[in-house]
């Protein structure tokens, strides 16, 4: 939409960009990123998922009850870096990080090690999604 948006105004078609954006959906048509997607969760094939301990239920009454966990990455000039994270559900605070410019195990359990360090909690529900990162086979909810 923005796109065309500014064509249509280089032509002197003055034009709102919500009316470009409804008609493009009724035309069943969107935009083309430039951007290089890159996932970031593997599932490996064969493997049994871990429960799910809190029911996809993201509230917790006090801290230290319920860590969530993921990765994703930036984009650079010299290439993506990948950043994972530990976020404590009760005060959305991320309580364990790393970066590094690849996605493996060392990197998922370097953010999960700094937040047990910080933190030192008693029976803690790790969250994380149900893929892996490079055979990051411990990432489950225990």
Known sequence: MPRIHAELLEHGVHVGRKRIARLMRIAGLCGVSRRRWINTTRRQSGARPAPDLVQRHFLA?????????????VPTAEGFLYLAVVLDVFSRRIVGW?????LYTELMLRALDMALVQRRPKGVIHHSDQGSQGGFNRSSQH
């Open 61 to 73: 009454d006090a801290p230290n009850l319920l860590w969530v966990a993921d990765a994703t990455y």
């Open 98 to 102: 790393a970066m590094s410019n690849h």
